[in-house]
T-cell receptor, first 113, second 116 residues
C-alpha cells in the first residue's frame, strides 16, 4: 500500500528563519513520483515540484530546496530565509503510476514578521 | 498557463438537496479528478476520469457520482447531500499517460461546501 506521512502538523517560525518540512513515504513500487504542493489561504493547491524515483539529485529553486533520499524514503522540503508569504499548508504526495495521487495530511507553516 | 476553474468558491445547501459541482480545464487534459479535503485527513480521491464518458471510483466514492460529457468538463454530483459531506472539494487535471510530466496534477481553487 502507498502512504505518505507528514508528522509535523504545524510549524511556527519567525521571518528569515530556515524551516524544513518532513515527508516520509511508503511504496513497494520501484517507479514512482513525489510531489510538493502549497495551499495558501485562498485554497488553491499550487504545484511546486515533481521528482521521479530514479533521480535522487537534490533540487534548489530560489529559497526552496528539496532533499530526496531513497534510503530513508524521505522527500524533505526546506525554505531558506522564510517570509510571511510562505505561510500556507504544504502537502507532500506520491504517485505510483496509475494517475492517482496519495497525499499526506499536510503541514501548516506560520511565518510571523 | 495552466487553468482549472470551479463553478463556485462557496456553496450552502440543505440536507437532501442534489448538488452539482462543476470543474473546467482549458489545457486539453484527458485526466480529471475530484478530491475532498478535510482537516487532519489530507486530500482523498472521490472519482477520476481518463476520458470523456469514462469514470473510475477513487477511495471514497460513496454518496457521490460524476459526469464527463465533454473533455474539458468534469462534474461531481451529490445525489442527496448530507451533513457529513460538508467539506472542501478540489478538482484537478493532468496529461494522459503518454505525455511527459503526465503525473503532475493541476488543481482548481476549490469549492467549500456547507450542508445544513
Amino acid at each position: 500500500a502507498q502512504k505518505v506521512t507528514q508528522a509535523q502538523t504545524e510549524i511556527s517560525v519567525v521571518e528569515k528563519e530556515d524551516v524544513t518540512l518532513d515527508c516520509v513515504y511508503e511504496t513497494r513500487d520501484t517507479t514512482y513520483y513525489l510531489f510538493w504542493y502549497k495551499q495558501p489561504p485562498s485554497g488553491e493547491l499550487v504545484f511546486l515540484i515533481r521528482r521521479n524515483s530514479f533521480d535522487e539529485q537534490n533540487e534548489i529553486s530560489g529559497r526552496y530546496s528539496w532533499n530526496f533520499q531513497k534510503s530513508t524514503s524521505s522527500f524533505n522540503f526546506t525554505i531558506t530565509a522564510s517570509q510571511v508569504v510562505d505561510s500556507a499548508v504544504y502537502f507532500c504526495a506520491l504517485n505510483t503510476g496509475f494517475q492517482k495521487l496519495v497525499f499526506g495530511t499536510g503541514t501548516r507553516l506560520l511565518v510571523s514578521p | 498557463d495552466v487553468k482549472v476553474t470551479q463553478s463556485s468558491r462557496y456553496l450552502v445547501k440543505r440536507t437532501g438537496e442534489k448538488v452539482f459541482l462543476e470543474c473546467v480545464q482549458d489545457m486539453d487534459h484527458e485526466n480529471m479528478f475530484w478530491y475532498r479535503q478535510d482537516p487532519g485527513l489530507g486530500l482523498r480521491l472521490i472519482y477520476f476520469s481518463y476520458d470523456v464518458k469514462m469514470k473510475e471510483k477513487g477511495d471514497i466514492p460513496e454518496g457521490y457520482s460524476v459526469s464527463r460529457e465533454k473533455k474539458e468538463r468534469f462534474s461531481l454530483i451529490l445525489e442527496s447531500a448530507s451533513t457529513n459531506q460538508t467539506s472542501m472539494y478540489l478538482c484537478a487535471s493532468s496529461l494522459p499517460p503518454r505525455a511527459s510530466e503526465r503525473e503532475t496534477q493541476y488543481f482548481g481553487p476549490g469549492t467549500r461546501l456547507l450542508v445544513l
